[in-house]
């Protein structure tokens, strides 16, 4: 199916926020309470099919919270969708999807040490590629570098400033 | 280890003891990044670092004589190099491959990533790049194999025992070594 397709059908089941179709690639958000009940029909759907769980990673957007992306590819369909939901900074906690995709167990660790993201039913988030005595969580924007602290980024950090 | 760490030997005995180890130098290769590739590649029939009397590919770290730490060594991964370098039998060299493995390189500001391998073990010979091309690697170990031809095991083992720094590091295509100082107040 093409983006737009998918977008109507999936806008119809009613399990889903809101969409965006980017680049030619379609984005689905799903509440956090809706997260399972949403990647339930994309596995399951017979017209979504989503059996390839790609990668989960998440996108610090400061004030409005986390963005859990999760990335799904159909090998039987051809076709691939960006899932996403938006997370409170308070409390970044999310139902795992372990229990759909086996591929999700360590995306979700990783997820979890680098972010801070609770995945609950997960029940084995151990530090996956971080050392264990490591503290904080590096991937958010507020994580300090030290060698920053100490040393100033010493090029331009916004695009903007290229002229 | 036997009469070598203990008595200066004669100078004709020294030239052949240190000259038959400069020419059969098994290297251990800690390949950790794209520099890994460079180290191939030096291994390998253009650049060809035998016809130095390298031998690539040593059975492992209890059969080498130089370690060659290629890439990027984060802090999870700094254990298990001290662990290698602690396995190879005396005496043993070690080269800094690239940027990464000589100061973090473009990871200087990293979370995870070890600020130089110098931190966990001494390094003898320094090949700053990029990566580096293989061809300074076959200089860095060229001036190994010279500062082996000229050293004496006694005073190696002396320092060794002593825990002192050692002798100043080489840097291919010259350059200073800044050393951070920690000041007391």
């Known amino acids: 199916m093409t983006p737009e397709e998918l977008a109507k059908h999936l806008n119809e089941t009613g399990l889903f926020e809101r969409d965006e179709v980017a680049h030619g690639e379609l984005s689905m958000w799903a509440s956090r309470d809706g997260w399972v009940a949403g990647a339930e029909h994309l596995k399951e759907c017979g017209r ?18 986390f ?33 759909l995709w086996l591929g999700a167990d360590w995306g979700e660790r990783e997820t979890h040490e ?8 997960h029940g084995d988030l151990r530090k996956l590629l971080l050392p264990d005595e490591f503290e904080g969580f590096p ?5 300090l570098l ?11 950090k916004e695009p903007e400033e290229v002229k | 280890m036997g009469l070598v760490d203990r008595f200066d030997l004669p100078q004709p005995a020294k030239f052949l003891l240190n000259w038959g180890r400069k020419y059969s130098l098994w290297v251990m ?9 460079e180290l191939i590649a030096a291994s390998t029939s253009r650049h060809d670092f035998i016809r130095l009397g390298v031998i690539p590919v040593a059975h492992g770290p209890r059969q080498a004589d130089l370690l060659v730490v290629a890439g990027t060594l984060t ?7 001290k662990r290698v370098y602690e396995q190879m039998p005396e005496p043993k060299y070690v080269i800094s491959f690239g940027s990464c493995s000589n100061c973090g390189g473009p990871f200087w500001d990293s979370y995870s990533v070890t600020k130089g391998v110098d931190q966990i073990v001494p390094v003898d010979v320094y090949v700053p790049g990029c990566p580096p091309r293989p061809e300074a690697l076959l200089e860095g170990i060229l001036m190994l194999q010279d500062m082996i031809g000229k050293e004496s095991l006694k005073e190696r083992f002396e320092r060794r025992d002593a825990t002192e720094p050692k002798a100043q590091p080489i840097v291919v295509g010259g350059g200073p070594i800044f050393q951070t100082q920690i000041e007391d107040e």
């Open chain 2, 29 to 37: 290769n800690f390949g950790l990044a794209c520099c890994a590739i």
């Open chain 2, 75 to 81: 802090d999870k991964m700094a254990p298990a190099l």
């Open chain 1, 114 to 121: 680098l972010f801070g993201i609770d995945f609950d039913g």
């Open chain 1, 48 to 65: 979504c099919r989503f059996d390839f769980f790609t990668f989960i990673s998440a996108v610090d957007l400061e004030d409005e919270g």
């Open chain 1, 146 to 156: 030290m060698s920053r602290e100490i040393k100033e980024w010493p090029g331009l």
């Open chain 1, 139 to 143: 991937l958010r924007k507020d994580f």
């Open chain 1, 67 to 99: 963005e859990v992306v999760c990335h799904l590819y159909s090998v039987r369909r051809q076709h691939h969708i960006n899932y996403k939901t938006l997370l409170p900074r308070t409390e970044p906690r999310l139902r795992t999807l372990k229990g």
